[in-house]
């Protein structure tokens, strides 16, 4: 369970500090940061669980103020850091009743030993509805993944009217800013570079809002950049924005590759959608994925199979594919070639530009299976690390 902080610091270095102290846990989170001054709020955000404050006995009021907060902050808790320890200030740390008291330095054992005791006192709290996260893999090149992806980020947030996160994932080939025609200022390197300092002001200064519908968050704009995106770097992103509650929903386009990379964000995610095409080589591929994908525990209910580009004149039919694949095909997006490149060449999802067209119609069927399931996230997690663990190998050979 994750404990998120609001931080309240004099100093922007000891704002900085408390944030890597934070950060050091695999439990805490910070979710918004406030620098003081001699002029303290009125109010506080009661939204975080706990409110880490640094404690200067020389600021006038401070005492009054943080008495005056805990009547604001329901079940929140408040902690403390102080530079320098006296016994007079210790005595009144005491007497403002703050749950944890911090010396500098703090040791992380410390830290993690009073958010231990937290997580056990802490009451049950109404929190909003699970961020969903769905991620759409092809089963080769061309298979349309991205453009799946695109749209029914759209459709999730025109439909439902619900925040919706569409993460480009592929991260050497990624094509989401074309798709959508925008030129990012920041990618998700921005986000690594600073993680550390995150919150969620600094976090929706990165992602890319589009003015019609939902966020974007795109990939490294070079190839080369993509060795800098890490594993562990896309688990604490991925955790991080859904403890933060800001999106409903999650769309991760992770290309057609399974590495460790696009492994942990299926593994991560409450529904993969398995992009195929109808023909020979396309279901070929699809079945190796989904046997590699099965023996890691990701079973038929969280995998569902999505035919795109399927035409009754060419293609291989849905029940002949069901039977070759083992499992059924949940639905099916038809071919409409000159669309789809208009689409593509005017940088607008085809649900936007053409929305009573068959295929927003197609990609609209999705989101209603997508709102109707509640595929769990139920990955055999010790497969999953021992296959990330063999790509880590393999890669530093």
Request: aromatic share 6%; proline share 3%; net charge negative.
């Amino acid at each position: 369970m994750a404990v998120g902080f609001s931080l309240y610091y004099f100093s922007e270095k000891t704002g900085e500090y408390l944030q890597k102290i934070i950060n050091s846990s695999p439990h805490g989170i910070v979710v918004q940061t406030t620098a003081l001054s001699t002029f303290l709020p009125a109010t506080v955000n009661s939204g975080a669980d706990v409110l880490f404050i640094e404690y200067d006995e020389g600021i006038e009021g401070l005492d009054l103020w943080i008495e005056k907060i805990k009547t604001q902050i329901g079940n929140s808790f408040i902690f403390l850091y102080i530079n320098e320890a006296t016994t007079t200030v210790l005595l009144q740390a005491l007497r403002l009743g703050v749950q944890e008291c911090f010396i500098s330095p703090i040791k992380n054992e410390e830290f993690q030993k009073a958010l231990n005791r937290l997580l056990q006192d802490k009451p049950d709290r109404p929190r909003q509805e699970q961020t969903r996260i769905v991620t759409v893999l092809g089963c080769k090149g061309g298979a349309g993944a991205t453009f799946i992806a695109v749209n029914l980020a759209h459709s999730l947030a025109l439909g439902l009217k619900e925040e919706v996160l569409l993460c480009d994932l592929d991260l050497k080939a990624g094509d989401t800013a074309s798709f959508l025609d925008i030129r990012p200022k920041y990618t998700i390197l921005d986000i690594i570079d600073n993680f550390d300092r995150m919150d969620m002001h600094y976090l929706k200064d990165i992602i890319h809002s589009r003015e019609a519908g939902f966020d974007v968050l795109p990939g490294p704009l070079r190839m080369e950049d993509s060795e800098l995106v890490e594993v562990h770097h896309v688990e604490k992103i991925l955790q991080y924005i859904r403890e933060q509650h800001l999106y409903r929903w999650i769309v991760l386009d992770i290309g057609d590759q399974l590495d460790e990379i696009t492994l942990k964000a299926a593994e991560m995610s409450d529904t993969l959608l398995l992009v195929t095409l109808l023909n020979i080589p396309g279901l070929r591929d699809a079945r190796k994925l989904l046997e590699m994908l099965h023996i890691l525990g990701f079973d038929d209910n969280r995998v569902k199979i999505l035919a795109n580009s399927y035409s009754k004149q060419s293609d291989i039919a849905v029940p002949e594919a069901q039977k070759f694949l083992g499992q059924n095909v949940q639905s099916v997006v038809r071919f409409a070639h000159e669309p789809v490149i208009r689409s593509i060449n005017e940088g607008r999802p085809l649900v936007e530009l053409l929305p009573r067209h068959q295929l927003s119609e197609d990609i609209r069927n999705i989101v209603n299976m997508l709102h109707q399931g509640n595929g769990a996230n139920g990955a055999k997690k010790s497969l999953v690390d021992g296959v990330l663990k063999l790509l880590r190998r393999g890669a530093k050979s």
